[in-house]
């Protein structure tokens, strides 16, 4: 018996009750593990469940299902004939594992936009990444993709819309960039921020503040200055209705500027891009960040979302008035870095190009681009 990560992520999306029996070892279940708000877990590494099951018993419930996760799907089938062996009939296994739900992606719609557009958001449960497809007039553009393109190009094809534009808000270092490859499958223009070029091997169409691209001929969308995350991070207004801000304001939280080694360097950047240039925005821009933190951001429609006004009335980390505070608060307060951020760094420049298990080794973790 097997469930998938799609059926897992929609079961939380959906508020359902789900049980994970996590069979990692007690370091990777801490660092990293399938979490929502009425998901209940508990970690059995599984040689201690085969030697110690009287032990731990217990603590699985009898009238719900166990769905049993591992690393890559393998051990938790064995798993699993082991606890139906032993009665527990309701166990079944998360197929791929850990890997799987690190890179499956939930579609929901955002909102309406000009002229009969839509704006969808492409949640990627398991890594916290958010991505964005902009659809008018049978056009679409596609904002800050994730390495799994196909997601993307089947979502455009069930729309019938063709993939004509693809956006990304800056160099991304906790995980690999599907903007080239998107753009190169799907015959698109690849927008990039010329001053986030540090060497990058690829070419692209230079985003600088101010640009505008109208997709389908109708909905706009307009890049907007915003460094601090990295030095040439760049948000994107879309229909003057949502604020794409990237890595620079989530819902909760703020940007980490250190991802370059330039933390002292940029924090400035970073205080300016927030205490600055975004109020000079409308407090009725939906922001719409490229990472979430906690499950708990989810709203109840499944999206990840809320106003400039209710984001600055809420998040503390905008509301410290003394600049000093500010950049003591920042760097004093850093997670530690992504799992091989330099090496993703440099796949994303495009001076690095490893093999598909590579870079899916390379993703594996939780995303840490908040302070």
Known sequence: ????????????????????????????????????????????????????????????PADQPVYVVCAKGISSQKAVDFLHEKGLTEATYVEGGMTAWSEHLEPVKVGNLSDGGELYQFIRIGKGCLSYMVIANGEAAVIDPVRMTDTFKSFADEKKV?????????????????GRTLAS?????????????????????????????????????SAFYSPGHTIGSTSYIVDEQYLLTGDILFIESIGR????GKADAWVSDLRDT??????KLADDLVVL????????????????????????????????????????????????QPNSHEE????????????????????????????
């Open 1 to 60: 018996m097997s469930i998938t990560v799609k059926e897992v992520a929609q079961k939380i999306l959906n508020h359902e009750d789900v049980f994970i029996l996590d069979i990692r070892k007690e370091e990777d279940f801490s660092d990293w593990a399938i979490n929502g708000k009425n998901v209940s877990s508990v970690n059995v590494p599984f040689k201690k469940l085969e030697q110690d099951f009287d032990e731990v018993k217990d603590q699985f």
């Open 185 to 221: 499958e799907a015959g698109a223009d690849y927008y990039f921020p010329s001053k986030e070029d540090e060497g990058v091997s690829f070419e692209y169409k230079d985003v600088q503040d101010g640009t505008t691209v109208k997709v389908g001929n109708s909905v706009e969308i």
């Open 274 to 279: 927030l205490y600055e240039r975004y109020k």
């Open 344 to 371: 993703i760094r440099k796949t994303n420049m495009g001076q690095k190009n490893p093999e598909e298990v590579e870079r899916r080794e390379m993703e594996v973790g939780p995303n840490r681009c908040a302070v």
């Open 162 to 178: 063709s993939i004509q534009y693809v956006f990304d808000t800056h160099l991304h270092a906790d995980h690999i960039s599907g």
């Open 289 to 336: 960040p490229a990472h979430f933190g906690e499950m708990k951001e989810i709203n109840d429609d499944g999206t990840v979302k809320d106003t400039i006004k209710n984001i600055y009335e809420k998040n503390d980390r905008l509301q410290v008035d003394s600049e000093e505070e500010f950049k003591s608060l920042v760097t004093d307060n850093l997670p530690p």
């Open 257 to 260: 500027p250190d991802l370059a």
